[in-house]
Nanobody, 120 residues
Framework: QVQLQVSGPGLVKPSQTLTLTCTVFGESITADYYYWTWIRQPPGKGLEWIGYITYSGTLHFNPFLESRTSISRDTSKNQFTLKLSAVTPEDTAVYYC????????????WGQGTQVTVSS
């Protein structure tokens, strides 16, 4: 059974960098054919894909967020981390991590989601 756990602050000030970490249990983040993704849902809106890191470490980002986004991984801890810089109140959302199957690009396992509010 694969489980993902998101950790990080729930409140970030405008212009600062949002940092969230997803710890994966039950599957190695280097296992073939799986990608590890970040998705968010702003209040009253739909899901928005942020980006993912593949099993080999390749990165792909939403072009609308790419200039402010980085995703990294720590294979020794089986974790991957999202950094979103220069945040504004529009970045307020529930943030999720997930596992993506590379053959159909569906998210088959989700983390629990964490509310991040950008406010001074």
């Amino acid at each position: 059974q694969v489980q993902l756990q998101v950790s990080g602050p729930g409140l970030v000030k405008p212009s600062q960098t949002l940092t969230l970490t997803c710890t994966v249990f039950g599957e190695s983040i280097t296992a073939d054919y799986y990608y590890w993704t970040w998705i968010r849902q702003p209040p009253g809106k739909g899901l928005e894909w942020i980006g993912y890191i593949t099993y080999s470490g390749t990165l792909h980002f939403n072009p609308f967020l790419e200039s402010r986004t980085s995703i990294s991984r720590d294979t020794s801890k089986n974790q991957f981390t999202l950094k979103l810089s220069a945040v504004t109140p529009e970045d307020t959302a529930v943030y999720y991590c997930g596992r993506v199957s590379s053959w159909d690009y569906t998210v088959d396992y989700w983390g629990q989601g964490t509310q991040v509010t950008v406010s001074s």
